[in-house]
């Protein structure tokens, strides 16, 4: 569709680092290469004191061009402390 | 977005307690999130009576104009008392937490839970029937 070269996960995940202020960032391309499906993980404590909806639209507001650009688009978002009570709960790292 | 579209939405989010946008209809989604969305409302036990969907790929100005909308970027969206609720993974948390049933059972939207055959109350106009599963 655009000319653009197709998003990747490597730069969706600086660019989320970046935007996000995020100490923590987990990129899936969920497409199969065509770089149009991710899911992602974001651990930031811009979330602080947020709640989901409002984390939600911060993450949609600082990716919007690149989410306009993809047909699938899926976030998990944590504080810190909340990413590590996770790790704690079901032993991911 | 025309001042059309802007008040055909409106109408669209007050028209049922429960609104869905989404991408196909409830009996054939045409996208997983929305498919997963459905399945969602479905187990909360959401009255269909009180549910109304919207398919955004039978309406160009609605796919575009909802995003505006609600300021957006995806679909599904789901609206609750014509609040704007979340999509897709907000619902999928809010149901894991519990929050999704508090939401949806204080815009008593749920299908009432069967009497207590013991209790005094008697149904008035519908005759009881039994659901096998």
């Known amino acids: 569709m655009s000319s653009e070269n197709p998003l990747t996960s490597d730069h969706l995940s600086k ?7 995020a100490n923590e960032v987990e990129v899936q391309d969920m497409s199969g290469g065509c770089g149009q499906a991710f899911a992602v993980i974001i651990v ?3 979330f602080r004191g947020k709640n989901k909806l409002t984390r939600h639209r911060m993450v949609n507001n600082a990716l919007s061009d690149e ?5 699938a688009f899926t976030q998990k978002v944590f504080t810190t402390d909340e990413w590590e009570e996770q790790k704690r709960l079901f032993g991911s790292s | 977005m025309s ?3 802007k008040k055909a939405i409106h109408e669209a989010v007050t028209s049922a307690p429960v609104v869905l946008f989404m991408k196909g209809t409830p009996e054939a989604p045409a996208c997983g999130f929305s498919r997963a969305t459905i399945q969602i409302l479905g187990q909360q036990g959401v009255d269909p009576a009180k549910f109304a969907a919207y398919n955004v790929l039978e309406d160009p100005d609605l796919r575009t104009g909802i995003k505006e909308y609600s300021d957006w970027p995806t679909i599904p969206q789901l609206y609750v008392s014509s609040e ?3 999509g897709c993974d907000i619902i999928m948390s809010m149901a894991q937490s519990g929050e999704l049933a508090e939401v949806l ?3 008593n939207a749920l299908v009432p839970e069967e009497e207590e055959p013991a209790k005094g109350e008697s149904a008035k106009e519908e ?6 599963a």
Request: charged share 35%; hydrophobic share 30%.
């Open chain 1, 15 to 21: 660019t989320i680092k970046l935007r996000l202020q």
């Open chain 1, 44 to 46: 930031s404590d811009i």
């Open chain 1, 67 to 71: 989410i306009s650009h993809i047909h």
């Open chain 2, 3 to 5: 001042e059309e579209t």
């Open chain 2, 84 to 86: 704007f609720v979340g």
């Open chain 2, 105 to 107: 059972e204080k815009a």
């Open chain 2, 127 to 132: 005759p009881t029937k039994e659901e096998k």
